[in-house]
């Protein structure tokens, strides 16, 4: 019997050859936002290594939107144009490419996490004014300093959202086949949609639904270009994990309303909102994939789980216990390219096509 993890998936136009994901994972190895040849290497290694879909770190959908100046960012045609060649990479070996398109908001213009991740002073020629929801620093009262953000008014609001759709246009354009909306870990959108950030008066502030409304407008705006047979996924923090934060029973509410919009997906991360939430790999992050679970169920949607996946028989229960659809993995997949091939090993499943040919011809059946 082929094991659950090894068995195909269709969503629209899109064929997963297994349920083997990797995880967006910042890589500081950007200039200008522009990707380089690390990025064809640690997207193209896992290409290699038999994954089924590979999702680009969190890629900015303007300079500010970024997190750090080392971040991938995805408004002009260099950036585009650089990443063409390493979508055509990941399809020739058979993965789903995605990528995740994001706004920093009030994280953003902070040392590369390489470089210890604090926000950069004020008079640093490398930052930037951040933005919020409101004017509240992310942890006013840290040891580390964290830059007080600019209220988003309602024009710069649509102004990003325009940001949002540009860049999903030159998604497009690359080749990729899955477009996600990062709101989560506390950046931009998620910084909206939680009631631990989002404390303004107006329309975009307010109950779930007004607080939502920032997402819910993107992500609409986002569906209108982005090709009805491609997957659209959102990425949400489906729970704060800090007392009076986001619930799994608000997040299912916001996924019902970004399945009535058109998202395929949800992909269910958490945390990252305020300093006392633990952060996306903090110590709660193996509670995810539950949730994921929690969500797939009050949803209907399919679901992608992450967070302290690292076995072959846990992500394969994940799948056949239908609590997920593709198990993601962000830090095993830096410990190891060539995880579905060992994964495939110890769940006795078909190993000979699992690796690029060039590998698997030598030692796929061994
Ligand atoms: C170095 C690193 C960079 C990350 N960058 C991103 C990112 O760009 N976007 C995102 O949504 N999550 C990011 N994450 C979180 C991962 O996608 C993942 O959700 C998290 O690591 C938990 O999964 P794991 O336990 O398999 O590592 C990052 C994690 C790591 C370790």
Redesign the pocket.
Known sequence: MTAALFSPMQIKGVRFKNRIGM?????YSSTDGVASDWHMVHLGARAVGGVGFIMA??TAVSPTGRISQGCAGLWNDAQANALKPIVAFQHQFGAVAGI?I?HSGRKGSAAT?LEGGSHLDADDPNGWQTVGPTAQAFDPDGTRLWKTPKALSVADIHEIQEQFVHSAKLALEVGYDLLEV?C??GYLLHSFLTPLVNTRGDAYGGDLRARARLLLETVEKVRAVWPEDKVLSV?LSVHDFAADGLTLEDTAQVGLWLKELGVDILDC?GGGAVPEARG??GNR??EQPDMAGHLRAATGLPVMA?????DAAQADDLIASSKADIA???????RDPHWAFRAAKNLSADTRHVLAEQYGFFVGAS
């Open positions: 995880s967006p994972m910042c890589q770190e969190c995740q994001s996490a990062h989560a870990h990425r991360s996306a790999i992050t193996a992450v967070g302290g996946i690292t993601l993995m962000g830090r095993e997949m830096m």
